[in-house]
T-cell receptor
Framework: GQQVMQIPQYQHVQEGEDFTTYCNSSTTLSNIQWYKQRPGGHPVFLIQLVKSGEVKKQKRLTFQFGEAKKNSSLHITATQTTDVGTYFCAGIGGGSNYKLTFGKGTLLTVNP | NAGVTQTPKFRVLKTGQSMTLLCAQDMNHEYMYWYRQDPGMGLRLIHY???????AKGEVPDGYNVSRLKKQNFLLGLESAAPSQTSVYFCAGGAGAGYTQYFGPGTRLTVL
């Protein structure tokens, strides 16, 4: 079945440093979504990418979808303590598929 | 609007006991999902529903049953709880496959 791999599993940075998490799928995706989960909280939707090569920005966050629609990345510029949490990618395959497949997430901690 | 709510927030069971987790949504979501989240495992889909009266198995369905008699409610049942079912359970709703999923606050279940 479809698998979504996410790396790294953990990342610790100093406040102000950049952060990137990568997501790779074993199959071509029709779209990919990114979620953030604060410690003790629930996943919250950040963004969805649909088009090959798509790049979207939300303030300091930049999301990319690969040309082959099998990989994606989330880059945070100049991290802040409010960025702490686990970032999940989730993909849905082409064709009839009712389920998002989530990566295992990247836990970001930020040292002030 | 309350969004997606889950009852209860916390529960401790003894091995062999049964219980039902309730998920309710007032967002008119067609699709609803039950996930479990364990450390280092990300979010794993237990069961899902694509509409009232329908249910389907996800990635880890064994030991769980679900029902969706009303569109706004999705119930997750454990007939005979086992320590391996100790986890955080999240319910989510969405408009359809590939659409944003809105998560509830979660239920923390411990099976002794």
């Amino acid at each position: 079945g479809q698998q979504v791999m996410q790396i790294p599993q953990y990342q610790h940075v100093q406040e102000g440093e950049d952060f990137t998490t990568y997501c790779n799928s074993s199959t071509t995706l029709s779209n990919i979504q990114w979620y953030k989960q604060r410690p003790g909280g629930h996943p919250v939707f950040l963004i969805q990418l649909v088009k090959s090569g798509e790049v979207k920005k939300q303030k300091r966050l930049t999301f990319q979808f690969g040309e082959a629609k099998k990989n994606s990345s989330l880059h945070i510029t100049a991290t802040q303590t409010t960025d702490v949490g686990t970032y999940f990618c989730a993909g849905i395959g082409g064709g009839s598929n009712y389920k998002l497949t989530f990566g295992k997430g990247t836990l970001l901690t930020v040292n002030p | 609007n309350a969004g997606v709510t889950q009852t209860p927030k916390f529960r401790v069971l003894k091995t062999g006991q049964s219980m039902t987790l309730l998920c309710a949504q007032d967002m008119n979501h067609e699709y609803m999902y039950w996930y479990r989240q364990d450390p280092g495992m990300g979010l794993r889909l237990i069961h899902y529903s694509v509409g009232e009266g329908t249910t389907a198995k996800g990635e880890v369905p064994d030991g769980y049953n679900v029902s969706r008699l009303k569109k706004q409610n999705f119930l997750l049942g454990l007939e005979s709880a086992a320590p391996s079912q100790t986890s955080v359970y999240f319910c989510a709703g969405g408009a359809g496959a590939g659409y944003t999923q809105y998560f509830g606050p979660g239920t923390r279940l411990t099976v002794l």
